[in-house]
């Protein structure tokens, strides 16, 4: 069956994401089993917020198939799923720790994102060659050695 969903917003490396739009599409299957149902989730949902690297507004395109199992009269805990309570499944609550699950380590703005200049702090994404190389300072600690080359 289509029904919507709204994952919500996550708080990811000091960064909020939303869903965009809040609520989204998405395909529910439930089959019934011996002892229960085994239940089916597909969505994408667009996430929108701030790039991990160069802090520019960025979104990713996550897809979601997550897949759950209910059978409670078996007797096996492990076959009960947390997201049905008295015969309800809990819909938001399982898509958004399923949407969660299907998070990328990094939040980009694109694939190939340079970052910030670690000196200027100005994006390197649309830099020319050679813009941000900055003469370094030289390491303190190494002082000692520098006076062995004068």
């Known amino acids: 069956m289509d029904v919507k969903v ?7 490396g000091g960064e909020t994401y939303t869903a965009v739009p809040a609520a989204v599409p998405a395909r529910l299957d439930v089959s019934r089993t011996l002892a229960g149902h085994a239940l089916r989730l597909r969505f994408e949902a667009i ?3 701030a790039c991990m690297r ?4 960025a979104e ?6 997550a897949r759950e199992v209910s059978q409670p009269t078996s007797g096996d805990e492990e076959l009960e799923s947390p997201y049905v309570q008295g015969g309800e499944l809990a819909l938001a609550s399982w898509a958004r720790d399923a ?3 299907a998070l990328p380590a990094q939040f980009l703005c694109r694939d190939d994102c340079a970052g910030l200049c670690p000196v200027c702090g100005d994006s390197l994404n649309d830099a020319r060659p050679g813009e941000h190389d900055h003469p370094r300072p030289a390491d303190p600690r190494l002082a000692k050695l520098s006076e062995l080359l004068d």
């Open 47 to 49: 996430l929108a917020g």
């Open 60 to 65: 990713v395109v996550v897809a979601v198939d």
């Open 6 to 12: 709204e994952p919500g917003g996550f708080s990811f």
């Open 54 to 57: 160069c802090l520019e507004a």
């Open 99 to 101: 949407l969660a699950l």
